[in-house]
């Protein structure tokens, strides 16, 4: 570290490179975040479709940049080069401002084309740029010492990623994302696809004419599943209970008897449904022996809801305590009520049609009805407007902001390509003349 930091050249480089790739490394992950929460309006599966094609772009995009690279770089030198990536990157930092498009958006593919190829510019010719470094050294010393200026070059990169992942989760807080509402309306929409699951099994049951010993097997196996299932869930009930007991809530102070009693209920309705699978799994084994269809088929349709409702009392907690955490932001933020009062209305109308869900009904209407409910819980991750505004402006801002100060480093970067090309001629005559 000593032997590299006497040399100006090389400080001017390393904080170039080091300032630019903070800016960028510090909002990487907000770069997934803005697809997923602004674009596609908290929609993942869209939102990771998108950063799919992303990532397909910027690895292509990586490999063909290769070639202009390789005929920019000798006729303008690498520092001008090096200048004409960042004002490359800073280009689709502010083309962001019109390609994060909720009604267009693919345009994202246009920053991502921009930034893949000023990355690759910039990366190459910073690493390429420690070898003429080396070449000045050896001229003024007589050393050749690359190990020294890589390691150093790579140890500042490296510490450097090691920073970003700490501020990155600090740029989330500071923009005021709501992770636990997001957490929460996961819990819902697992425990719907859980329902869904489970009803696209019993639809291939097709009445009495399907009612034999293997779907009696299947409905045994299925049984055991649900009983196991209501048994965990009444230990995580449990542990709930005792929890809520120390509970406080100052924005909301009958919050945790309303959670007391929520639990208490699905602690009531899911020991009930766990005695009549039990009663039902007894069933089955008696059936075993007798084997008539039209029996077999009366435990089948009684066990199709049985099988369900646990998962239904899951997905009603979790609905209970995603509008409990909207009740307490919309007191919390003033600013944002409207966003809250919005989302509240329209968890109450999941809720509802969860509670009004009719299990004894056939699977192909109960599909039906879940599907339509799992496409309206997907909107209950959007976040507030100040939050989606803050996380453009940090995720665009912040690259251009430190981009100003590696431009600023680089042109105090005094080694020219000129220079280079001297440094290499005397380093060769000086070889010369040693062999002579």
């Given at each position: 570290m000593k032997r590299t930091a006497s040399n100006r050249n090389f400080i001017m480089l390393t904080l170039t490179i080091f300032t630019?790739?903070?800016?960028?490394?510090?909002?990487?992950?907000?770069?997934?975040?803005?697809?997923?929460?602004?674009?596609?309006?908290?929609?993942?599966?869209?939102?990771?479709?998108?950063?799919?094609?992303n990532g397909t772009i910027w690895a292509i995009t990586g490999v063909l940049a290769v070639f202009p690279l390789n005929w920019i770089s000798p006729k303008l030198g690498k520092r001008n080069t090096l200048t004409i990536a960042i004002l490359l990157?800073?280009?689709?930092?502010?083309?962001?401002?019109?390609?994060?498009?909720?009604?267009?958006?693919?345009?994202?593919?246009?920053?991502?084309?921009?930034?893949?190829?000023?990355?690759?510019?910039f990366f190459t010719l910073g690493s390429s740029m420690v070898g003429d470094i080396c070449d000045e050294e050896e001229l003024k010393t007589g050393y050749r010492v690359e190990g020294s200026y890589y390691s150093v070059f790579w140890w500042f990169i490296k510490m450097g990623s090691a920073l970003a992942s700490f501020v990155a989760g600090a740029l989330i807080v500071f923009t005021m994302f709501d992770e636990t509402q997001v957490t929460k309306v996961d819990k819902i929409q697992g425990s719907v696809r859980e329902m869904r699951s489970k009803v696209q099994y019993w639809e291939g049951y097709k009445g009495v004419t399907s009612a034999n010993k293997e779907w009696l097997e299947n409905t045994k196996t299925q049984t055991s599943e649900a009983i196991q299932e209501s048994k965990e869930y009444l230990t995580y009930l449990g542990k709930e209970l005792l929890k809520n007991q120390d509970e406080t809530n100052v924005l909301l102070p009958e919050y945790p008897k309303q959670k007391k009693d929520a639990l208490l209920?699905?602690?009531?309705?899911?020991?009930?449904?766990?005695?009549?699978?039990?009663?039902?799994?007894?069933?089955i084994e008696t059936a075993k022996s007798e084997i008539q269809p039209s029996g077999i088929d009366s435990i089948i349709r009684r066990?199709?809801?049985?099988?369900?409702?646990?998962k239904m009392v899951k997905a009603r907690i979790s609905s209970f305590e995603l509008m409990s955490r909207l009740e307490d932001k919309s007191l919390e933020t003033k600013n944002s009520k409207n966003h809250y009062q919005r989302l509240i209305q329209e968890v109450t109308g999941v809720n509802n049609r969860l509670v009004n869900l009719n299990t004894t009904s056939s699977p192909d209407s109960m599909e039906k009805e879940l599907g339509s409910i799992e496409s309206d819980i997907m909107p209950l991750t959007q976040q507030t407007p100040y939050t989606l505004l803050m996380m453009r402006v940090v995720e665009i801002g912040l690259p251009l902001l430190l981009s100003i100060f590696s431009i600023f480093f680089l042109l105090r970067y005094s080694l020219t390509e000129k220079r280079s090309h001297e440094i290499k001629d005397l380093l060769r005559q000086r070889s010369v003349t040693r062999e002579a």
């Open positions: 630019l790739n903070m800016g960028f490394a510090f909002v990487q992950l907000l770069g997934s975040y803005i697809p997923i929460f602004y674009v596609f309006g908290g929609d993942k599966v869209a939102g990771a479709y998108m950063l799919a094609i990157m800073c280009l689709a930092q502010l083309s962001k401002i019109v390609c994060y498009n909720p009604t267009y958006p693919y345009l994202i593919i246009i920053p991502t084309f921009l930034l893949s190829a000023g990355m690759l510019f209920s699905a602690s009531s309705t899911t020991q009930t449904t766990m005695a009549e699978l039990e009663q039902l799994q007894s069933q066990a199709i809801p049985l099988t369900l409702h646990t």
